[in-house]
Nanobody, 114 residues
């Protein structure tokens, strides 16, 4: 089992920045990927950014504004979010994949005011 604990998030004005952090604990060996997903009201949970081995993937809408970083040794993953827009508002979930199983954090709210 892997447990994920998120921190960061909150309320920010458009154009501002926030940083999300996620730490994995428990049986963290062989975590294949770590990343962040978001879920806006009435919408499905979607990928924001993830690190898979040496590869990073970003949603098109956040490219150039968000940066994901993972410390495999510490089992952490951070998401630096710059130039935030109101449409970035959502609940952000940390994700880890281990042996094909998805683990999720409890979610953290990000609200961007216009």
């Amino acid at each position: 089992q892997v447990q994920l604990v998120e921190s960061g998030g909150g309320l920010v004005r458009a154009g501002g920045s926030l940083r999300l952090s996620c730490a994995a604990s428990g049986r963290t060996f062989s975590i294949h990927a770590m990343g962040w997903y978001w879920e806006a009201p009435g919408k499905e949970r979607e990928l924001v950014a993830r690190v898979v081995g040496d590869r990073t993937d970003y949603a098109d809408s956040v490219k150039g504004r968000f940066t994901i970083s993972r410390d495999a040794a510490k089992s952490t993953v951070d998401l630096q979010m710059n130039s935030l827009k109101p449409e970035d508002s959502a609940v952000y979930y940390c994700n880890a994949v281990q042996f094909g199983v998805n683990y999720w954090g409890q979610g953290t709210q990000v609200t961007v005011s216009s």
